[in-house]
T-cell receptor, first 113, second 115 residues
Framework: AQSVTQLDSHVSVSEGTPVLLRCNYS??????LFWYVQHPNKGLQLLLK??????LVKGINGFEAEFKKSETSFHLTKPSAHMSDAAEYFC???????????FGSGTRLQVQP | GAGVSQSPSNKVTEKGKDVELRCDPISGHTALYWYRQRLGQGLEFLIYFQGNSAPDKSGLPSDRFSAERTGESVSTLTIQRTQQEDSAVYLC?????????????FGPGTRLTVL
């Protein structure tokens, strides 16, 4: 069975400082991993995805994530936070042959001026 | 181009009433998914449609929930005899292909409140 744990429900950073949102996964197979972002009153948007190619994945808006199989982690990072990054972020896993995505419980990112 | 659209955006209903939620997927997307998002939580998978294949209903929480899809277009999610625990945002997503690696495009959701 596949599962996702987002280690922080809330993260607060100052504008211009680095962002780290942590995610650990559990999967019996080689999973696909995603990060989605949800801005208030907007739909979910895909930030980036890992599908067994390069372990360091670059996404939109300067975000990137590194797949570490030995640690079963897929943490999301950004070197410098912007006010517009304030949103809810979801780490998501999908196994081969499974149609639905399994979502983590989300991390709310606050960016302070 | 147009994304996934859902209607209504908000629905308030009384306990015991039936509700119907609608999803218009992106044109050409063969796969369609319904998810439920309770307050402060991640998304729970409800049901999946792929072309003319039998839907995967494994995520439906009870027999009060059902969904239909007409070909590869509109889908409706019906909740009968609504309960307060059904209050949530219901999200629809579509993708070009089924399978784990395909990106799912999400609609804005329908916020359901059961009084």
């Amino acid at each position: 069975a596949q599962s996702v744990t987002q280690l922080d429900s809330h993260v607060s950073v100052s504008e211009g400082t680095p962002v780290l949102l942590r995610c650990n996964y559990s999967s019996s197979y080689s999973p696909s991993l995603f990060w989605y972002v949800q801005h208030p009153n907007k739909g979910l948007q895909l930030l980036l995805k890992y599908t067994s190619a390069a372990t360091l994945v670059k996404g939109i808006n300067g975000f990137e994530a590194e797949f570490k199989k030995s640690e079963t982690s897929f943490h999301l990072t950004k070197p410098s936070a912007h006010m517009s990054d304030a949103a809810e972020y979801f780490c998501v896993v999908s196994e081969p042959g499974r149609r639905a995505l399994t979502f983590g419980s989300g991390t709310r990112l606050q960016v302070q001026p | 181009g147009a994304g996934v659209s859902q209607s209504p955006s908000n629905k308030v209903t009384e306990k015991g009433k039936d509700v119907e939620l609608r999803c218009d997927p992106i044109s050409g997307h063969t796969a369609l998914y319904w998810y439920r998002q309770r307050l402060g939580q991640g998304l729970e998978f409800l049901i999946y449609f792929q072309g003319n294949s039998a839907p995967d209903k494994s995520g439906l929480p009870s027999d009060r929930f059902s969904a239909e899809r007409t070909g590869e277009s509109v889908s409706t999610l019906t909740i009968q005899r609504t309960q307060q625990e059904d209050s949530a945002v219901y999200l629809c997503a579509s993708s070009l292909t089924s399978g784990g690696a395909g990106e799912q495009f999400f609609g804005p959701g329908t916020r359901l409140t059961v009084l």
